[in-house]
Structures are given as C-alpha cells and as structure tokens.
T-cell receptor
C-alpha cells in the first residue's frame, strides 16, 4: 500500500512566521503535489513536482514555495504566514506513467491555523 | 470554463438507507472521472474511476454511473453504514496530465 505521511496534523503559527510543511511518500513516485482545501471549495493545486529538483506552479502559488531535494520528500514553505493561509494542506503523490487515469494518493493533511 | 459541480452540498440519512450523490462536469475533452471518499480529518481515498466508455461500475456497496452525453455522474450508496459518513469528492482531469478539477464535495452524515 502507498503511504503518504505529513509531518504535522495540526499547526498553529503567528502572522509573519516562516512555516515548513513536510510530506514523505514511500512508493518511489516521481510526481508529488501540494493542495489546499477550504470549506465550500474543491482542492486547489499550489505546486507540483514531477521529479527531484523539478517544480511547477499550480493554480494558487502566491505566498508559497516548495523544495524537492529527495524523491520521497516534498516540502511546502510559507515564507511569511498570513491569516488567509489558514487552511487544510494536503500532499499527494503519483506514479509518473503519463496516463490521466493514474491515481493520486493523499496524505492525512495538515490543518494550519495562522493567528 | 472547466468546472465540476456536486450536489447536494450535504446530506443526512439513516443507517441502512440508500442515497445518491450527483456530479456534473463541463470539462472538455473528457477522459475520466474519479470519486474519492474523505473521512473527517483524513486525506481523500479513491473509490472508483470511470472512463469514457464505462456506464456503471461497482465497488462493494458503492455504484458509480457515468453519462458522457449529459456530462453527469452519480455515486449510489446502498444500505448505508455509519462508516459511510464522510465527504465524497468528484474529480475530472482537465487539459494537461497534471491538472485536476475537484468538486467541492458532498458531506454525507449517516445517523443510527
């Protein structure tokens, strides 16, 4: 079974702090994704990475950056946290088959509260 | 504009009853549609995927249907259980390989 883990289930940070969210997958997947999930909205893609050191912006990259130094690990960084970044953050990974049917496997999520 | 809309937003049913969740999409070209189940405080887990040529697919008590002509899908849950309480999310790929359009989900509560 694919396992995607996220470093924290809950985080409380103050406005202006630098925040690191870590995601690790154990299935040697090339592709990894960061989403945020807000009430009443579908998941929105922040960034994705198709391989080590490779990244592309998603739909809402402003205020975020990412790092992929190792294949199994994908980090999301909030450079200066703001209250509108309070959200549930979900990491996902996927095999890079090129097929649109390929499943994305999600981590349990990190619920971030910025005060 | 490529969109995925789900209805109802929320639903309460009694244990043992059946229910049907709806998903309408305007994504084109269409390749597949996936249903995810998301338990409270957890990440989404794939339930089933429907490709263009499939009309019906079952996964235990879950049955998904797809009408590619009307661009509608439904997820039918039979003999609901308390463990079915979750959000159900409909997802359709759009454009490139990495672009997924997520519906806002239907939150289902099954009461004893």
């Amino acid at each position: 079974d694919v396992k995607v883990t996220q470093s924290s289930r809950y985080l409380v940070k103050r406005t202006g702090e630098k925040v690191f969210l870590e995601c690790v997958q154990d299935m040697d997947h090339e592709n990894m994704f960061w989403y945020r999930q807000d009430p009443g909205l579908g998941l929105r893609l922040i960034y994705f990475s198709y391989d080590v050191k490779m990244k592309e912006k998603g739909d809402i990259p402003e205020g975020y950056s990412v790092s992929r130094e190792k294949k199994e690990r994908f980090s999301l960084i909030l450079e200066s946290a703001s209250t509108n970044q309070t959200s549930m953050y979900l990491c996902a990974s996927r095999e890079a088959s090129g097929r649109a049917q390929e499943t994305q496997y999600f981590g349990p999520g990190t619920r971030l509260l910025v005060l | 504009k490529n969109q995925v809309e789900q209805s109802p937003q929320s639903l309460i049913i009694l244990e043992g009853k059946n229910c049907t969740l709806q998903c309408n999409y305007t994504v084109s070209p269409f390749s597949n549609l996936r249903w995810y189940k998301q338990d409270t405080g957890r990440g989404p887990v794939s339930l089933t995927i429907m490709t263009f040529s499939e009309n019906t697919k079952s996964n235990g008590r879950y049955t998904a249907t797809l009408d590619a002509d009307t661009k509608q899908s439904s997820l039918h849950i039979t003999a609901s259980q308390l463990s079915d309480s979750a959000s159900y999310i409909c997802v359709v790929p759009s454009g490139g390989y990495n672009k997924l359009i997520f519906g806002a989900g239907t939150r289902l509560a099954v009461h004893p």
